[in-house]
Structure formats: structure tokens, C-alpha cells
């Protein structure tokens, strides 16, 4: 749990610098727009609701959190963006038009490993543009600058199972950017990745978000990974999958692991704790100990 | 770093046995080894060791008994429990007809001429011992001037039959019939033969197994033979018989694989497909192959078809399902991240499903091709016996069994390597998978796959000439 420090600052307060960026973030084209969504599924035991009337927009270049306790059902919430799933109230919207089935327009990275093992990853990157009927010579080329891009240019005749996960999922984000999508979506992409090449990749995404003109809508559980990565976090609550508050990050881009730590950060991370955990707040059960040392062990 | 503290190297002693986990590979290799020469050794010692098993007395001479009608000759086996019984038979045979020599009557009312041809059956009995000593070859068993010498060599202690020797008894009865004879006359005289009864020698043999069951060093022999053995009138050579039975177990199996590979993989990616085809495949399947032999034999008539028929029933149904549920394993996740990148339903099958499954698949074939094998000696019964299988049954019938062994073997050799060869294929044709990655070093390995890099560019540099000016091109 966060330390209460005595220092602690408001999460909604926001420097000038920070309040103009979302002035200008809500000015831009709406790229995604989710109205009413909600989702049931049929059991056993009647009908369960995953999803109830989840609505909220994503802004072109924007960089957009999905938090949420396990079961809040935000893995559903990204499947039906991506078409993967039909909603059963609602809709959703990409550049004003409704949202068929999935397509190239919305690029996903999943959060297991879903490179094809019989290409190459050359030939991973090419695939997309290769389904939508573009000529194998102009995408080898195109194909060539994103693998460039993800710094993997010496393993572009490689298969997936020669690299390492975060090779793997470098690829993922290459092969979902060479369909030119109008948004990433990524479900918990860096989930099984070890901490350290986490962080990496996250800072690697940042890079990648700053530089292109895309907009990205990640789901994550990390508290750290939402707060560092998103402009706007959306916290979904769990029993039905409703949103709870959609936060706007005070901490200032452009951001850096130095940032963990900031009063900002700390706050807006408590903030997002406390909505996931409200029953934390008091001490935790009381818990008896077996004795495990032996009598003559050396210990105080 | 392992060293223990008083300077000494720590070994680490591995375990033969740990649960689920794999041995070093010197360990590996040495048990692979066993695993084939311990069958081996088995089979060798039940046949060597004399005290293991052998069940039956091989007889290296043999005698006729009075008033029975079952003959043994030598060669035959006859039980452990009954050999000296028939010993028995035979000695108090020899002394009923020593005291009937004593009598009035030696003839014992029978005629002279038929002594004497019972006196010829007992002079021959002892060709058998004589051939395998090497005295006489045999073509020389029904040479009887040469088997009345070999007597009186025998009796008179010139020569010594050695492999196998005679008993003290029948040496004995040896001199007692010499006399006899040679009382008559010194050479043998067809006309001339001695008419008053001979004794019998008691039989003799050694330990053996029974006939199925022959020894290694004999089905090694025999298998040689077997393998060379040349066409002959209607009966073909042992490798066309060969080439027949693969051709059968090969037909039916690329048969059903050619049908039953794309209905599998349809019923696998289409519920339509699994709900309208499967169950009833299901359902077939348990209807033993064989059960159609006749069916298939009225349908396709003689020859190959019925045969090829019988593999492909065998074999069939049980790929349609095996393939369909490899198809059903593949990730979910692959199809769907496709799906995101644009791929439509159609070009789902073709390059997300199909590539996809290949590798799995690969070893289905692979295990359904053992299937295929097993219907084959079915198969080769049907209509007119063909192939290895009409050569076991009918070499099996006159019980030559050690002819049978080495065919045997040969179809296990054949399914083996077959299989070996499949499985070391596997990493060359998919150098995507863990085994390809081991592979793709291999030197049989580079020749093969550069063998549809040259098909590639000769394909690519005819199908895309170079580009000529057209008329009304910017």
C-alpha cells in the first residue's frame, strides 16, 4: 500500500501546461466513440451481465488506460472493440461508423503470444498487408522499415521461436502498425513479460505513441504501467463491468521512470487504488503464524 | 564453483530414475541400444541355454515300432514327457525279438521277404546320423551299399560317429546286427540280404524348442535366403512380393489421405462440416475393416482393388476424426489475431488453419501409417493371396517357420524405418518448429531444402518475364 505522505497532492490538480494539453486532447477528431455498450452472457444459471452501459470516447492521438479489478470484464470490453465479440446493447463507433466484425483498422496485440510460428518475422509483418491485397513488393520494403523500427532488423528472417517474449511482442505492435490502423488496441500486451523488459517495452511503446500519429487504447492491471503510459485512465468496476471514473493524468509528458515517484504519480496511483480496493482501507484479518524456527537456531 | 571447501571437485551423481525427467544422452543412447539387443538376448538364450525351455526331444534317430501307425523320423520333435516312452517301446521291442531269436521260430511265422524289407527300414535308420557326421551327403541316404559299410565301421570300431554319437546301447546293438549281417554277407547284397530279423536302434535325440520358435542364427540364414529368393514360375521374387505389400499399404493410405485430409480439416474449421460428417464417421469406425472383405471383394472383384479397398476402409474413418480434432487444437488466439490483421473467412483456412496444423498433422500421418501397416496382412488375404502374406501362410502351413521369422521381421524392419525416416523428415520440412531449429544444421538437411529453393526460382523466373514495353503504357 502507498504510504499516506504528508505531502500528498490532489490528483485532480493540474499544472497549466498539463491543462492545456487535455484542452487541446478534447478538441481533436474523436477516433473511437463506445455508446451504451453492454454485454451479457448466457449461463447455466440465467443470463450474467459483464459489461453494462459502458460509454466513453478515445480522441485521435491519444493515449488511453483500461483498469479495472480482475473480472470487471475489461478483457470483453477490448474483444468487442476489436470485433472478436458482438455486444448485445449499444454501439461502438470507429470514425462515426459502426464496428462489423473485426478488420485491419484495428490493430491488436494480444497478451499471449500470437505471432505465427511458420513465418518469419518478416513475413509476420507482411501479413496484413498481404490479406488486404497489397503487392508483395511494395510491403516487403514497408515491412523491412517497422520490423526497423522495433530494432529486430537482424532477426527479420528469424522464426518466433528463436526470440525472446519481448521480441515477440515488438513484433506484435510492428505487424499490427503495418496495417496502418486507426487505433492499437492492446490487451495486457507486456502481462508476461519479465519486469525489467516491462519497463522496457514500456518506455519502447511511449517512443513509438510520441513518434507516429496513432492512438492506443491498453489494458492493463498495473497501476504503474496505467499511470506512466496513459493520458486518460479508465477504471472499471467489477459486478457488472461499469466504468467507475475516467482520470485525466496530471503527471506531465513527456514521462520518464524518474516520474514513479513524483507527487503526481503517487497520488493518481493511490487515487486509482483506492477505487479497484475500497475494502483495504481498514487493517487486514489477523493472521497466527506457525513457529518454524528450532529451539537452540540462532535467531534473536 | 564446485569445489567443496576442502578442494575437492563435488560430482553430482545423477539418477537413473527421477520422475519426468529426461536422462543424459550417453545414458539415452546406451538404453536405446539395450532396448533392441535385450529382446535379442532373450530370444538367444531360450534357444542356446538348454536348461531354459526346450520342451521337446529333437530326434537325431528315429525307429519304428511294431503295431503302431504314428512314425517319427529323424528331425521330428516329440515331447520331453513322451521320449522315453518311446525308448522304452523300442528296447523291449529289441528283447521280445532276442528271445523270439532264440526260439524255434525266429520268423515268428512271418515270410522271409518281408524280414528282409523291415532289416532294409532298420539298415537306413541310421542314415540320418551318418549325414549329419558328414559320412555320406544327402543325396547318399538311400545308398545302402555305403550305409552297410558305415555298420560295419561302426561295429567294428574303424570309424566313430562323433556329432551326434552313439549311444553305448545302440553301439552294442551296432556289433550284435554287424554280426549278423556280415554273416551273411561282408557287402551289402540287395538279393542277398540278411532275412532273419534285426534289432532296432533306440531312439536318440537332444533337447530343442519347439519348430515355431526357431533360433537367431537360423532365421539369419534363412532370412538371407528368404530375401534372395528368385522369381519362379508364378510364385514372384521375395523383393517383388516387397514391392507389392508396400504398394497396397501405401495405395490405401494416400487414398484415404487424398479424401480424408480435406474433410478432416473441414470438419475442424466448419461446425457445419464436424456436426453433419463426424458423427457418423464416428460411428463407422467401429465397424471392424475385415467385416468388409467380402463386400469388397464383390464390389472391385480380383486383383489389388479390394486389397487397397480394405487399407483404405482401415484407415479412413480414423483420419477424417484425428484430423479434425488437430485441426480444432490449433490456437484460438492465432486465428483470432489473423482476423484483426484482416484476414476473411476464406483466407482463414488457407493461410492461418492450414500452415498452421501441418507440423501436427504430420505426425498423425505418421501414426496412421502404422494403422495402414496393420491392415495390410488382412488385406493381403482378401480375394487372391498376394505378397509377404501369401508366402507366411503358406510357408507357415508346412511350418517352416524360420522361413516365416525373417518376413516378419522384414515388415517390422520396413514400418520402422519408414517411420524413422518420416520423423527425421519432420524437422526439414518444418524448420519453424523446435526440432526444425536442430535440423536445419543437418547436411541432408541443406541438400533437401535447397531442393524447392531451385524449383522456386526456376518457377518465379518463368512466370515473371522480364517486363517488355507494351503499347499504351504511360
Redesign the interface.
Known amino acids: 500500500m502507498i504510504p499516506p505522505s504528508p505531502d500528498i497532492v490532489d490528483y485532480h490538480e493540474q499544472t497549466p501546461e498539463v491543462k492545456e494539453r487535455f484542452t487541446q486532447l478534447k478538441q481533436r477528431p474523436v477516433v473511437l466513440s463506445v455508446d451504451n455498450v453492454t454485454k451479457d452472457f448466457p449461463t447455466r444459471n440465467g443470463v450474467v451481465r459483464a459489461l453494462h452501459d459502458i460509454d466513453f470516447e478515445v480522441y485521435r492521438r491519444e493515449f488511453m488506460c483500461v483498469i479495472g479489478p480482475s473480472g470487471c470484464g475489461k478483457s470483453t470490453l477490448i474483444r468487442i472493440l476489436?470485433?472478436?465479440e458482438i455486444q448485445s446493447e449499444g454501439e461502438v463507433l470507429l470514425d462515426g461508423n459502426p464496428v462489423a466484425?473485426?478488420?485491419?483498422d484495428?490493430?491488436?496485440v494480444?497478451q499471449?503470444y500470437?505471432l505465427?510460428?511458420?513465418?518469419t518475422v518478416k513475413q509476420n509483418v507482411m501479413?496484413?498487408p498481404k490479406?488486404?491485397g497489397h503487392m508483395s513488393a511494395e510491403i516487403e520494403a514497408d515491412a523491412r522499415q517497422w520490423i526497423d523500427m522495433v530494432g529486430l532488423s537482424k532477426f527479420e528472417n528469424s522464426?518466433?521461436?528463436?526470440l525472446s517474449g519481448g521480441m515477440k511482442q515488438r513484433v506484435a505492435i510492428a505487424?499490427?502498425l503495418a496495417?496502418r490502423p486507426r487505433i492499437l488496441?492492446m490487451d495486457e500486451p507486456f502481462g508476461a513479460l519479465d519486469a525489467q523488459t516491462r519497463a522496457q517495452m514500456q518506455a519502447y511503446l511511449l517512443e513509438i505513441w510520441r513518434n507516429l500519429d496513432i492512438t492506443i487504447l491498453f489494458i492493463t492491471h498495473d497501476l504503474d504501467e496505467a499511470v506512466y503510459l496513459a493520458d486518460r485512465i479508465l477504471v472499471l468496476k467489477a459486478n457488472p463491468g461499469e466504468i467507475d471514473e475516467i482520470i485525466e493524468v496530471s503527471v506531465p509528458r513527456p514521462r520518464s521512470m524518474e516520474q514513479f515517484i513524483s507527487p503526481e504519480f503517487i497520488a493518481t496511483k493511490h487515487h486509482i487504488n483506492q477505487l479497484i480496493h475500497p475494502e483495504q482501507k481498514g487493517d487486514g484479518p489477523v493472521l497466527h503464524f506457525p513457529r518454524l524456527t528450532e529451539a537452540g537456531d540462532d535467531v534473536e | 564453483m564446485g569445489e567443496s571447501p576442502s578442494g575437492k571437485k563435488l560430482k553430482v551423481k545423477e539418477p537413473w530414475f527421477a520422475v519426468r525427467r529426461e536422462l543424459p544422452s550417453h545414458r539415452a543412447s546406451v538404453l536405446t541400444a539395450i532396448s533392441f539387443i535385450l529382446p535379442l538376448l532373450i530370444w538367444s538364450a531360450v534357444s542356446y541355454l538348454p536348461f531354459l525351455w526346450h520342451p521337446d526331444i529333437k530326434l537325431q534317430l528315429s525307429a519304428d515300432r511294431k503295431d503302431v501307425t504314428t512314425v517319427y523320423t529323424a528331425g521330428d520333435r516329440v515331447s520331453k514327457e513322451f521320449f522315453p516312452e518311446f525308448q522304452e517301446a523300442v528296447r523291449s521291442q529289441n528283447e521280445e525279438l532276442e528271445a523270439q531269436l532264440k526260439s524255434d521260430d525266429p520268423l515268428a511265422g512271418s515270410s522271409e521277404s518281408s524280414v528282409r524289407r523291415a532289416n532294409k527300414k532298420v539298415l537306413r535308420h541310421l542314415a540320418p546320423v551318418l549325414e549329419s557326421n558328414g559320412w555320406i551327403t544327402s543325396e547318399q541316404t538311400k545308398e545302402d551299399e555305403l550305409i552297410y559299410e558305415a555298420w560295419k565301421d561302426v561295429a567294428t570300431g574303424k570309424r566313430k560317429l562323433k556329432s551326434p554319437g552313439l549311444s553305448e546301447e545302440n553301439i552294442e546293438i551296432a556289433k550284435q546286427n554287424w554280426n549278423a549281417m556280415s554273416a551273411v554277407s561282408p557287402v551289402y547284397d540287395s538279393d542277398n540280404f540278411i532275412s532273419v530279423p534285426l534289432l532296432s536302434l533306440v531312439p536318440q535325440g537332444k533337447p530343442s524348442n519347439p519348430d515355431y520358435l526357431p533360433a537367431p542364427h537360423h532365421v539369419a540364414s534363412s532370412g538371407l535366403e528368404v530375401l534372395m529368393m528368385p522369381a519362379e514360375g508364378d510364385r514372384p521374387s521375395m523383393v517383388q512380393r516387397i514391392g507389392h505389400s508396400i504398394r497396397i499399404v501405401f495405395g490405401g493410405f494416400l487414398l484415404s489421405a487424398l479424401i480424408g485430409i480435406p474433410i478432416g480439416v473441414l470438419c475442424g474449421t466448419y461446425a457445419f462440416f464436424s456436426r453433419l460428417i463426424e458423427p457418423f464417421t464416428d460411428f463407422f469406425r467401429y465397424m471392424p475393416a475385415p467385416t468388409f472383405s467380402t463386400l469388397l471383394v464383390a464390389i472391385f472383384l480380383a486383383n489389388d482393388a479390394p486389397k487397397i479397398a480394405l487399407v483404405f476402409v482401415g484407415t479412413f474413418f480414423q483420419m477424417v476424426l484425428v484430423v479434425s480434432n488437430t485441426t480444432r487444437g490449433l490456437n484460438m488466439n492465432l486465428l483470432e489475431a489473423a482476423q484483426t490483421l484482416g484476414a476473411k473467412q476464406s483466407q482463414l483456412l488457407t493461410h492461418v488453419v492450414i500452415p498452421g496444423i501441418l507440423p501436427s498433422m504430420y505426425n498423425d500421418l505418421r501414426i496412421l501409417l502404422g494403422w495402414a501397416w496393420t491392415w495390410l496382412v488382412i488385406a493381403e488375404l482378401v480375394g487372391v493371396k498376394s505378397g509377404l502374406t501369401e508366402f507366411i501362410e503358406s510357408q507357415g502351413r508346412y511350418r517352416n517357420f524360420d522361413l516365416v521369422f525373417p518376413v516378419i521381421i522384414l515388415i517390422g524392419l520396413i514400418g520402422f524405418f519408414t517411420d524413422q525416416f518420416l520423423a527425421f523428415l519432420r524437422g526439414i520440412i518444418f524448420p519453424w518448429t523446435k526440432e526444425g531449429e536442430a535440423m536445419s544444421s543437418h547436411p541432408v538437411a541443406k541438400v533437401i531444402l535447397f531442393i524447392p529453393r531451385l524449383i522456386k526460382k526456376a518457377f518465379s523466373s518463368k512466370t515473371s518475364p522480364a517486363p517488355t514495353p507494351q503499347a499504351g503504357q504511360p
Open positions: 476489436a470485433g472478436l466484425g473485426p478488420g485491419p484495428r490493430g491488436m494480444f499471449t500470437t505465427f510460428p511458420w513465418l501479413f496484413g490479406m488486404t522464426y518466433p521461436h528463436q505487424r499490427a496495417n488496441l
